[in-house]
């Protein structure tokens, strides 16, 4: 029997952080058929509230040094401001959802990053998705919201990129789903020529992926969302797209998709 279809769509800081774009975001979200689940990142929000706490962002690669102070920031941040936002604004449209980190249900375990040439602090990188967890949420009729934070199973939360959490959630949910990622931003897609909104890249594959990234046309944000990509699509997942919402309704197909 071919497994029922999952989709798992991503938003990050440059929607969450526009009233207009995160509004019509939730209203395509809300009526995007199927289940589904909606992660969120915020790293945006956070830098802003520790700068109004005197507490300075320092970011390596894409990840944020995350020390005591700033895991304090971040815990108010994503699991609360911008969860509880996002779960309210999905309600008043009818979407049954609930705010989850990966510490609610066990949904989302992690290590502690070890340290190398970089101390990123309390930092997880994810080891284990609990496919069967999330899925009784789903069966239950809820859409669940994950903001970018996860445990390690002895008590600590740990600050988990947005992107890596899709990531491993599709891989792990495709245990039972035909999982497709949706990697919702401000532009329509990875740009040739990050100046030229229309040079949208519609088709990627690991060939021409190694290629875009020694050209450097892969490079800041989109590497998270790309590093593991091939890894994803090998260990189960359909299909990952990348383009601004309105690839979510079957109107628009200028975006990026990358297959195997
Ligand atoms: N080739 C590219 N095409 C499109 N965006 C790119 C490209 N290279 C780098 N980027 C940057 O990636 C950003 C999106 O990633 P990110 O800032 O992490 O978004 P979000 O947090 O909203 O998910 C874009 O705003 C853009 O500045
Ligand atoms: C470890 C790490 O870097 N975590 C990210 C989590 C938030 C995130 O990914 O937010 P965006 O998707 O909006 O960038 C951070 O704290 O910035």
């Known amino acids: 029997m071919p497994k029922e279809k999952l989709a798992i769509v991503k938003i990050g800081g440059n929607i969450i952080e526009d009233d207009s774009l995160l509004k019509s975001f939730l209203h395509i979200f ?138 491993q959630l599709a891989v792990g949910m495709s245990r039972i789903y035909e999982t497709t990622i949706y990697y919702c931003f401000e532009l329509n897609g990875v740009l040739k020529d990050i100046n030229d909104k229309d040079s949208v890249i519609k088709h990627i594959n690991s060939a021409s992926y190694s290629t875009l990234l020694k050209e450097g046309i892969i490079a800041e944000g989109m590497l998270p969302k790309l590093e593991n990509c091939f890894d994803a699509l090998k260990n189960g997942v359909e299909t990952i797209n990348l383009g601004n919402t309105s690839m979510l309704t079957k109107e628009n197909d200028n975006f990026t998709r990358i297959t195997l």
Do not use: W
């Not at 903001?147 to 199973?153: L, N, Q």
């Open 30 to 167: 809300s009526g995007l058929e199927g289940k589904k689940i909606l992660v969120h990142g915020g790293g945006k929000r956070a830098t802003s509230v520790a700068s109004k706490l005197g507490i300075e962002s320092k970011m390596v690669n894409g990840r944020r040094i995350t020390d005591a102070e700033t895991l304090e920031v971040i815990t108010m941040v994503y699991g609360g401001l911008v969860n509880k936002n996002i779960v309210a604004k999905l309600q008043a449209l009818n979407i049954d959802a609930i705010g989850l980190t990966g510490a609610d249900a066990n949904t989302i375990y992690s290590e502690k990053r070890p340290v190398k040439d970089i101390d990123y602090g309390f930092v997880g990188d994810v080891k284990k998705v609990n496919h069967q967890s999330v899925d009784k949420l789903i069966q239950a009729g809820f859409t669940p919201v994950f903001c970018a934070i996860t445990h390690d199973g002895h008590g600590q939360l740990l600050n988990t990129n947005a992107d890596t959490i899709t990531s």
